[in-house]
């Protein structure tokens, strides 16, 4: 069992940066892949970035390359989602989320581990 909880979200303005946090808590936190993925009003769930279980390999979607950058801290238990010049279009409530899966995963049913989410408003 994998605990996970968001932190971060807020208001901001289009152009500005936000770094989101997700903390882990169970089991070996190093053995899973970490994701991040969000939900806007309306929408279906999509995915945003993965990063495999030892940070080594990234994965972005498309309209968050070279805006976004996804982290890990192993020895914290920590993943982190780093947010740069957001667009109305990143609002969102994002999740984090883990995989067994040690490489890094796009698709939810991938992952088996859900965070409640963390609300991201980016104003025009």
């Known amino acids: 069992q994998v605990q996970l909880v968001e932190s971060g979200g807020g208001l901001v303005q289009a152009g500005d940066s936000l770094r989101l946090s997700c903390a882990a808590s169970g089991r070996t936190f190093s053995d899973y892949a970490m994701g991040w993925f969000r939900q806007a009003p309306g929408k279906e769930r999509e995915f945003v970035a993965s990063?495999?279980?030892?940070?080594?390999?990234?994965v972005y979607a498309d309209p968050v390359k070279g805006r976004f950058t996804i982290s890990r801290d192993n020895s914290k238990n920590m993943v982190y989602l780093q947010m740069s010049s957001l667009k109305p279009e990143d609002t969102a409530v994002y999740y984090c989320?883990?995989?067994?899966?040690?490489?890094?995963?796009?698709?939810?049913?991938?992952?088996?581990?859900w965070g409640q989410g963390t609300q991201v408003t980016v104003s025009s």
């Open positions: 990063i495999s279980w030892r940070g080594v390999s990234t």
């Open positions: 989320a883990a995989s067994p899966f040690r490489g890094t995963a796009e698709a939810g049913p991938q992952y088996g581990y």
